[in-house]
């Protein structure tokens, strides 16, 4: 009974590992997440705060992509404001979605 219950956890945890490596999410993906969650859209390195009245530009000033993790990536990002505040982002990428790690964001 229990070499049925270990082969059974094999077998589960195996396709598991297999769905979570399809499934890791891309740079694009971040960039559609980081506009949905925080109103920033992003074209090429230029990305523009939407704010109620008042745009605000950010320059993509930094930017971080580790891929070599088989079941998730992680991404860093570094933007400066028109004003020279920096604002720093890093997520990890898990399961087609992002999950924020820090986040250092210094929008007006």
Do not use: A
Not at 52 to 73: D, M, R, V, W
Not at 77 to 102: A, H, M, P
């Amino acid at each position: 009974m229990l070499s049925v219950i270990k082969r059974i956890s094999f077998l589960v945890i195996g396709i598991l590992f297999i769905y979570m490596s399809l499934h890791r999410p891309t740079e694009d993906k971040f960039y559609q997440w980081f506009q949905d969650q925080y109103r920033v859209s992003c074209t090429n390195l230029t990305c523009t705060f939407q704010d109620n009245q008042n745009p605000y530009t950010l320059i993509e000033t930094g930017s971080s992509i580790k891929e070599e993790y088989l079941i998730f990536n992680t991404i860093g990002k570094t933007f400066e404001g028109e004003d020279g505040r920096q604002t720093n982002i890093k997520v990890i990428g898990i399961l087609g979605t992002f999950f924020t790690i820090t986040e250092d964001m210094k929008i007006p």
